[in-house]
């Protein structure tokens, strides 16, 4: 009780969010991509790599944290009693919303923690991603306001909420069993990339550690970047907001430290300088965050203490990065993909269409 109430104190969500701020750098010292010691969206789509279902040889790789981040979750829901299996609410939508986050995201080339890890160590064009994750939320709290609602959630099976943990001890083992063969861009059923962001990582124990401690915490303290932004708009409160400023304030700390802040426009690290798409790539992710409820951390760690529709809304965004590099609509440092500016309009529409035909009269 008393980590719970330490963790949920505004001192403890500026701790929480230091924390992964510094560990966040810390992993891109000690081998992850540049300016991506995490990235939600870039994880997962790395792992979609790693299983097969797209081709991009130079994402594929088998994520520790992303794994970490569900099973700290769950570590911490029944160290606290608070793990409540429950699904139902309109899992289609939630997995549309994930695909089209997904898409979005890799239009901008990072989830919201990698936008405010990249404007940590310097970047510029974070800036407009910034930008437009905060439109995105804005537009989907008129949304809220409106009496948007995807329904209640029903108490359901406890085997329902652990199957995205499963999955996710599942790819652990795939990792353990199939583990990298140098030079080799398969082992076994397992992609690995050779070069380009997914040949940098961390070590194994590193990352899984590090996950572990960010999904056991993060879930103590509610952490979510779209929710920080929300509650700012909806009700002035800047309780999560404070977490997030300690995020990039930790993380500006220990890049000076450690020579990883090059400030910029040009030539960062995964990222390119197409602002306005860098805008609307995050304008759609925004948008389909705040619909469905929580940014793609803040769903792992929901999947993580049960809630299956978070559980959909992750495997959404798995299947929505095997679409983005299957059918060119990721960006690469040389600019948004062949088909990316038509699926962020597309993505866009979608979630306007969503918006405005889930709402519930308000008496």
Request: hydrophobic share 55%; glycine share 14%; with cysteine.
């Amino acid at each position: 009780m008393m980590l719970k109430n330490i963790f949920a104190t505004r001192w403890g969500i500026i701790g929480v969010g230091g924390l992964i701020g510094v560990l966040a750098a810390l992993l891109q010292k000690l081998g992850n991509p540049g300016n991506m010691g995490i990235c939600v969206a870039c994880f997962e789509r790395d792992i979609a790599g790693a299983i097969g279902i797209h081709r991009a040889a130079v994402v594929q790789y088998m994520r520790p944290e992303i794994i970490g981040f569900v099973l700290g979750s769950l570590i911490a829901a029944y160290i606290f009693k608070e793990f409540r299996s429950r699904t139902g609410s309109a899992p289609i939508v939630r997995f549309v919303l994930g695909v089209f986050a997904m898409i979005g995201a890799l239009v901008f080339l990072g989830c919201p923690w990698r936008a405010l890890l990249r404007l940590a160590a310097g970047d510029g064009n974070a800036i407009f991603g910034l930008l437009g994750l905060t439109g995105g939320v804005w537009i989907g709290t008129l949304f809220l306001k409106g009496g948007y609602n995807l329904g209640r959630t029903e108490k359901t099976h406890t085997s329902v909420g652990w199957l995205l943990p499963l999955i996710m001890l599942g790819f652990l083992a795939l990792m353990l069993i199939f583990p990298q063969i140098k030079g080799e861009a398969k082992s076994g059923i397992l992609f690995y990339s050779l070069k380009g962001p997914g040949a940098m990582h961390a070590s194994l124990i590193i990352s899984l550690s590090a996950g572990l401690a960010i999904g056991f915490i993060a879930q103590r303290s509610r952490f979510c970047t779209m929710g920080a932004l929300r509650d700012l708009i909806l009700f002035k409160q800047t309780h999560l907001l404070s977490g997030l400023i300690a995020l990039v304030v930790a993380a500006f700390i220990v890049n000076i430290i450690l020579d990883q802040f090059h400030p910029g426009f040009a030539k960062q690290a995964v990222a390119h300088t197409m602002q306005v798409w860098n805008f609307g790539g995050m304008v759609l992710a925004g948008l389909a965050f705040a619909l469905a409820g929580g940014c793609p951390g803040r769903q792992l760690f929901l999947a993580g203490e049960g809630d299956g529709d978070a559980a959909v809304f992750v495997i959404g965004m798995i299947a929505g990065a095997a679409f983005s590099h299957n059918f060119g609509l990721a960006s690469s440092p040389k600019g948004v993909g062949p088909h990316g500016i038509a699926a962020v309009i597309i993505g866009i529409l979608v979630c306007l269409f969503i918006g405005f035909t889930m709402r519930k009269k308000i008496a």
